[in-house]
C-alpha cells in the first residue's frame, strides 16, 4: 500500500515540474477508447464485448459501483479533446 507520503510526493513533483499524473493519463485514454467503443456498430466485436453478459449471473445485492463510464469526463476534470 502507497503511503500518504509518496502520494503527497507524486504531487508535489508533478506540481513542480508542471506534469500530468499518470493517472489521469490513463483515465484520459481508456474514457477515449471507451468513447470510440460506445460509438461502433453493433455487429463489432469491441461493441459486444461492452455489452456482453453473463447468462445467470445475479449481482449481490447493495449499492450499485461508482462507474467512471456512467460519471461523465467532466465531471472528473477531463478534457476528451473535443469543443
Known amino acids: 500500500m502507497v503511503s500518504a507520503y ?3 510526493l507524486a504531487l508535489y513533483v508533478a ?14 485514454r481508456r474514457l477515449r477508447r471507451l468513447d470510440h467503443v460506445t460509438r461502433m456498430d453493433e455487429v463489432r ?14 449481482r449481490r445485492p447493495g449499492r ?4 467512471i463510464a456512467n460519471k ?9 479533446g473535443r469543443g
Open 6 to 8: 509518496f502520494c503527497l
Open 15 to 28: 506540481y513542480v515540474t508542471r506534469q500530468t499524473l499518470l493517472e489521469k493519463v490513463i483515465r484520459e
Open 45 to 58: 466485436i469491441p461493441k459486444q464485448a461492452l455489452q456482453w453478459e453473463v447468462a445467470g449471473f445475479k
Open 64 to 67: 450499485p459501483r461508482i462507474d
Open 72 to 80: 461523465g469526463p467532466s465531471k472528473n476534470g477531463i478534457n476528451l
